[in-house]
């Protein structure tokens, strides 16, 4: 299939070319469009063959559920059967920007979307251009990330293209997301609101709102980390494999070079994905991406996917991550590095 490609300005974006995309949309066909955090693969949420074409489209599993993007609070009523109090104070705060809100569903939506739990996922992005095109297109609209399943997320039109050009009827280029992890998803319909996946709301800023948050037990870090790392724990893993060293700065420094240096010896091409303060002091045969200055979460976050799908056109044999403090945005870059190191972690 031929893969069209349309170019809007993120702040003034052609309402006319956006409608092009809408009805696409509204056809049933698969457009990508940019959002603050990720760019997204959408289609029409309450149509079942649309959103099924997703998951062929991805290689996604179909029993993992998809977010339904609206364009207004006020078309939450019409997917969620229920608010609780505390979704609707994080909605208050929080909408439009990268939260998911699960709440129960109603019976219009798909079991396709929900792979058929009786909850949904649901947010308003920030996003001009994705509130316009949700707008246009008059619906609902089912949205994982835009990449093919297990790979990094994209983060630019690019991105998009590299992974799925070619399945798709169509990608907006608005040029990079902002935030550049994707969004906080936080299940509402526990007693106390449960953070399933840490995003661009951080922890800290949901307990501003809520007082007090559950954590799903699988983001617990060390104690929670499988002990049999396998396939099934693959997600956002760069060509090589990435071993991701976890400890406080000056260790962590040490440990890193000691790996870089042993494998260097062994003749392998390393690459490294470390901090500006680091970056200077590994040997220059090392393909160093830079994320940013450490304690810079925001910027680290920003340039994380970027950084792990560098390698995809240089190839190395072994990439090494450094880690960060969970703080902040910190924390769902830990999360997401985690996973693209299929949780092989160096730590002390
Ligand atoms: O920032 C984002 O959220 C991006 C952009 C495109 O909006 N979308 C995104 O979608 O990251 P995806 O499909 O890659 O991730 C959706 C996450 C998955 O972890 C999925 O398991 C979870 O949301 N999810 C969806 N529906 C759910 C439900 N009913 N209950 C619990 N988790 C759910
Ligand atoms: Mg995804």
Known sequence: ?????????????????????????????????????????????????????IFAAKGRPSDNPLILHIDAVDKLTTLAAHVPPNAAAL?????????????????????????????????????????????????????????????????????VLADIEGKIAAVIDAGSCDIGVESTVVDCTTPVPTLLRPGGITYEMLVEVLGEVEVDPTLAGAQA??????????????????????????????????????????GKTVGAIVSAELADSLPPEVRTAVYGRRGDATVIAANLYENLRSFDNAPVDVIY?????????????????????????IRE
């Open 225 to 266: 980390i499988p002990k049999s790392p396998g396939m099934k724990y693959t997600h956002y893993a760069p060509a090589a494999p990435l071993f991701l060293v976890e400890s406080e700065p000056v260790t962590a420094a040490r440990l890193i070079k000691r790996e870089i240096d042993q494998a260097l010896a062994t």
């Open 91 to 159: 909605i208050e705060r929080y909408w439009p920007g990268p939260l998911t809100i699960v709440v129960k569903r109603q019976p219009i939506v798909p079991d396709v979307v929900t792979g058929g739990l009786d909850t949904v996922a649901i947010r308003l992005p920030s996003s001009l251009v994705a509130r316009e095109l949700i707008r246009l297109a008059g619906v609902p609209i089912a949205a994982p990330s835009a990449n093919t399943s297990g790979r990094p997320s994209p983060t630019t039109a690019q991105a």
């Open 1 to 53: 299939m031929h893969t069209e490609y349309f170019k809007v300005d993120p702040v003034k974006p052609d309402l006319e070319i956006l409608a092009k995309a809408a009805a696409m949309l509204q056809q049933g066909r698969l457009v990508a469009f940019p959002t603050e955090t990720v760019y997204g693969l959408g289609a029409n949420g309450l149509n079942e063959q649309a959103v099924k074409a």
């Open 321 to 345: 991550a450094e880690g960060l403090a969970e703080k902040g945005l910190g924390l769902a870059v830990m999360n997401r590095l985690r996973k693209a190191a299929g949780y092989r972690i």
